[in-house]
C-alpha cells in the first residue's frame, strides 16, 4: 500500500472554475500536509501546509484536511492558466521520523 | 532573502562514474533533506542532515552518502552511478516551527543523466 495517493489526472477545469485535488494517506500518525506546485522541468514549489482538522485559506487556495478519513484536499479557486501544474500532495509523521512522503501528483490543466 | 540553491543544475555522466552535488540551505534552515525524483514520480526521500550528521535515511544503497558542512550546506555523492540513477536531485531545506511541523523548500534541482 502506497503511504501517499492521489489521482494522476490530468484534471481539466475552465478559466475562473474551482479545481479540487485529492490526497489520501495510510500513516494515521501523520500530522502534517503539504501542498506543492510543480511546473514541468521544475522543482516543487511550497503553496501551503497544515496540521489542524479543517480548513486553511491562503488566498485563492484552500487545503482541507479530515485525519479521521485520513483525506487532504486543495481547492484553487478562480483558476488561472498560471495554475496548470502537477500539485504533490506530502504528508509528515515527527513521531516515526522526519522524512516527507509524497503522492505521485496530480496534473493540472486550466483551460482558458 | 536566498533560498535553496544547488549545483550544478545539469550533469551528464557515465555508468561506473561518481557525482557529486552540493546544496546550500536557505537562510535561517538548519536541515537539509534530498530527495530523487524520477519522471512521472514524486520526490523519493534519500537522507536528511543535521548538526552535520545523517539524521534518517530512505530506502537507497550505500552508494548514496552525504555531508553537511558547519555553515549547514550539504553534499550528495552517487558512487558506481547506474542509467537507473538518472532522474532529478532535489534538495530541501528545512525548519521545524514549534515543534509541529516542518517547513520543508526545494532548491532548483539538479538533473543528472547516465549514459
Known amino acids: 500500500q502506497k503511504e501517499v495517493e492521489q489521482n494522476s489526472g490530468p484534471l481539466s477545469v475552465p478559466e475562473g472554475a474551482i479545481a479540487s485535488l485529492n490526497c489520501t494517506y495510510s500513516d494515521r500518525g501523520s500530522q502534517s500536509f503539504f501542498w506543492y506546485r510543480q511546473y514541468s522541468g521544475k522543482s516543487p514549489e511550497l503553496i501551503m501546509f497544515i496540521y489542524s482538522n479543517g480548513d486553511k485559506e491562503d488566498g485563492r487556495f484552500t487545503a482541507q484536511l479530515n485525519k479521521a478519513s485520513q483525506y487532504v484536499s486543495l481547492l484553487i479557486r478562480d483558476s488561472q492558466p498560471s495554475d496548470s501544474a502537477t500539485y504533490l500532495c506530502?504528508?509528515?509523521?515527527?513521531?516515526?521520523?522526519?522524512?516527507?512522503?509524497f503522492g505521485t501528483g496530480t496534473s493540472l490543466t486550466v483551460i482558458p | 532573502d536566498a533560498g535553496v540553491t544547488q549545483s550544478p543544475t545539469h550533469l551528464i555522466k557515465t555508468r561506473g562514474q561518481q557525482v557529486t552535488l552540493r546544496c546550500s540551505p536557505k537562510?535561517?534552515?538548519?536541515?537539509v533533506s534530498w530527495y530523487q525524483q524520477a519522471l512521472g514520480q514524486g520526490p523519493q526521500f534519500i537522507f536528511q542532515y543535521y548538526e552535520e550528521e545523517e539524521r534518517q535515511r530512505g530506502n537507497f544503497p550505500d552508494r548514496f552518502s552525504g555531508h553537511q558542512f558547519p555553515n549547514y550546506s550539504s553534499e550528495l555523492n552517487v558512487n558506481a552511478l547506474l542509467l537507473g540513477d538518472s532522474a532529478l536531485y532535489l534538495c530541501?531545506?528545512?525548519?521545524?516551527?514549534?515543534?509541529?511541523?516542518?517547513?520543508?523548500?526545494f532548491g532548483p534541482g539538479t538533473r543528472l543523466t547516465v549514459t
Open positions: 537562510s535561517g534552515h538548519d536541515t
Open positions: 506530502a504528508v509528515n509523521n515527527l513521531n516515526t521520523g522526519n522524512q516527507f512522503y
Open positions: 530541501a531545506s528545512s525548519l521545524l516551527l514549534g515543534g509541529l511541523t516542518y517547513e520543508q523548500y
